[in-house]
C-alpha cells in the first residue's frame, strides 16, 4: 500500500491521543451525574455543541487549505498545553471548579470538529482509490481498540478497585489484593494531556506523497465556503445521503453524554462500572464492525448495508426503551456500536470515492453544521427535568430510535425513490471531474516536502 508507513505514524498518533481522550470524555459525564450536576451539563453540553457550529465551518476551510500534517500539529500542541494548564491547576489547587472541568470538555468537542476531518482528509490525500474501504476499516480498528482500553481504564479510575482474596495451597494461605485507587478528575486531565504531545512526537515524523495533485483554493474563506456549498448544490444525491446517514452518530453522542449516565443512575440504579462497561462493549462492536464489515457486505452496495446497519440502531435504541436490564443496556450498547461504526466505515468509503480531496474539509463541515444542530436540538431537550426523574430516560432512547427511523426511511426513499441514484452518482462523477477552485490556488505540496 502506498505511503504505508505514513498511514501507520498516523493511526498510531490518532490511537494515543484518543485513548485519554476517551478517558477524559467518559469521565467528565460522570463526574457532572455523581456532584448531580447532570442537568446543569446537558444544558452546558448543549451550548458548546451549538458553538462549535460556527468552528466547524470555518474548520472545514482550514482543512483543505493548509498541509493536513500541520493541522494536526497546530491543533494537538494547542489542546494539549490547555489540558495540562487546567491539569496543573488541579494539582496545585487539590480541587477544580466545574467550569475548568467543563472546560476540558468544550476543548476536546471544539478539537473533534477539526481533528476528524482532518483524519479523514489526510487519509484520503495518501490513499489509493482502491484501498478507500480498507483504511476507513483500518482507522475504525484502531480507534475501536484504543476505545475498548479507555472504556477499561474509564471503569478502573472513576470507581477505583479494592480487591481481597486468600489462596489456599495445603496448610499455606496467601493474601492476594489489587488495589487501585479512584484518580481525580485532574490526575485524568494531566493523562489526557500528556497523550497530545506523545501524538504530535509521532506526527512530527510522517512523510509522505499525496496519490493525486488537486488545486488548494487560496481565496476568501466566505468564497472557500460557498466552494463547498456550490458542490454539494450541484450532487444533490451527496447532500442528502451525508446528511441522512449521520443520524446514529449523532444518537450514539447524546446517549454516551447525555442519556446514558442518566439511564444508569435513575432507571437502572447502577454505577459507574456499568457506564465504564458500556464503552468497551460499544467499543468491542465497533471493533468487529472494522474487522467484519468488508466480507459481511462483500455482496451488497454500500448505501444498502448501511439501510441495514441504521435498522440495526432503530432495534437496539428500542429495546432500551421498554426495558430495565444491564445485561440488555450491554447488549444493546454492543449492537449500537456494531451499527454505528459500520455506518461510519461504509460512509467515509463512499464520500472518499465521489467528493475530491480539494474540498472534502468543505463539505463534511456542511454534514457537521446539521450534526451539531441535531445533537443541540436533543441535549436542550433531554436537558428537561423530566428526563432525570426516575425511570423517564428510557424515553429518550425511543425518541432516538424514532429520529434513526425517520432518516432510514428518508434514505430509502432517496435511494430508491423518483430521483434515479445513478443518475445522481453520473452527475457527482462528470462535476466532481469539473470541480477545480475558479480563485487563486496552488498547488498542495508533493512528495517528502509534505514532510
Known sequence: MKNKQALALLFTANAISGFAQGVSMLAIPWYFAQQGLSSRFNLLYAAVTFLTLFWGLYAGTLVDRFPRKGVFLGTNLLEGSLVLGIAALGFWQGELQWFLVMGVFAITLFGYQIHYPNLYAFAQEITLAKNYQKVTSLLEIVGQSTNVGAGFLAALLLEGVSWQQTLTLGSLDIPLSIQIPRWTIWEIFALDGATYFISSALIALIRYVPTSQLEVELGSILKRVRTGLHFLQQNRYILLFGLLTYSVFVVVLVELHAVAPLYITNHLREGGHVFGSMEVLYALGALSAGIGLRWLFRNRQAVQGIMLLMGLAVFSLGILAVTQSVIIFLGAGLLIGFSNSGVRILRVAYLFEHVPNNIIGRTNSVFSVANILCRVSFILLFSNAYFNRDSNSAYAYA?????????????????????????????????????????????????????
Not at 432510514?408 to 471531474?433: D, I, N, V, W
Not at 480563485?439 to 512528495?447: A, D, E, G, I, L
Open 399 to 451: 425518541i432516538m430510535a424514532l429520529f434513526v427511523l425517520l432518516a432510514l426511511l428518508g434514505l430509502l426513499f432517496t435511494h430508491y425513490g423518483p430521483s434515479s441514484h445513478k443518475r445522481e452518482e453520473r452527475l457527482s462523477s462528470s462535476a466532481a471531474g469539473r470541480m477545480r477552485p475558479r480563485p487563486t490556488f496552488r498547488r498542495r505540496p508533493s512528495s517528502r516536502a509534505s514532510g
